[in-house]
C-alpha cells in the first residue's frame, strides 16, 4: 500500500496523521481500527487465550513513514476488546528482521542514522504498554550493523528470528 510520507498507514486502509498521532490505548485504537462486524456467526470465544506472533520484516518506505506491520497487533487488540476478550487472555509478540529492524532505534539514534525522528517509537511504546513482546533478531541487528544499545529500551533481542518464532511456537503461540 503507498503511503504519503507523513501518513500511518495499516493493512485496513486506516491513515493516521503522525503530526495528530495520540499516544497509548488511544494510539491502539486508532491505528488498529477496523470495520465493525454486527453479530458475528463464528465469534472469538472471550474464554480462550489467544498468543499471536507476527514477522514484520519490511521497513518504512521512507525514513519519515511508520513500518506498517506494527499496525497489526494493534488491529489484534482492538479487534480482542471489541470481541469482549479481556486483554488478560491476549498475549503478543512481534518478531523484527529484515528492513524493520531500524524502527526499533531510539530516537537520537534514528535521527542520527536517517536525519528524522523515528515515527514508530510513540505506537511501539503503547504497544509494549499494553502487553506486546517486541523482539528483534540478533543476526539483523549485526547484519545491518544497528547498535543494540541503541535499541528502544523495551525490544528483547534474540539470536535469530527462527530462534525466536519457535520459541514462541512452543510457548504456544501461532506465528504469522
Not at 1 to 20: E, K, P, T
Request: glycine residues 6%; contains cysteine.
Amino acid at each position: 500500500m503507498a503511503c504519503a510520507r507523513w501518513m500511518v498507514c495499516v493493512g485496513l486502509g486506516v491513515a493516521v496523521s503522525v503530526a495528530q498521532a495520540q499516544t497509548g490505548e488511544a494510539l491502539i485504537r486508532k491505528v488498529g481500527a477496523s470495520n465493525v462486524i454486527a453479530a458475528p456467526t463464528f465469534p472469538a470465544n472471550p474464554a480462550l487465550e489467544y498468543k499471536v506472533a507476527w514477522d514484520v520484516t519490511e521497513g518504512p518506505t521512507t525514513p519519515d513513514s511508520v513500518t506498517v506491520g506494527f499496525a497489526r497487533p494493534a488491529n489484534f487488540l482492538v479487534m480482542a476488546d471489541d470481541s469482549k476478550v479481556p486483554r488478560s487472555k491476549v498475549k503478543l509478540a512481534i518478531i523484527v528482521h529484515g528492513t524493520a529492524t531500524r524502527s526499533l532505534l531510539q530516537n537520537a539514534a534514528y535521527r542520527a542514522a536517517t536525519g528524522v525522528d523515528n515515527p514508530n517509537t510513540a505506537l511501539l511504546q503503547a504497544l509494549h504498554d499494553a502487553g506486546v513482546r517486541i523482539i528483534v533478531c540478533g543476526q539483523a541487528l549485526v547484519n545491518r550493523k544497528v547498535p543494540r544499545d541503541q535499541l528502544l529500551p523495551f525490544v528483547q533481542v534474540s539470536i535469530s528470528a527462527t530462534l525466536a518464532r519457535a520459541t514462541l511456537h512452543a510457548e504456544g503461540y501461532a506465528t504469522f
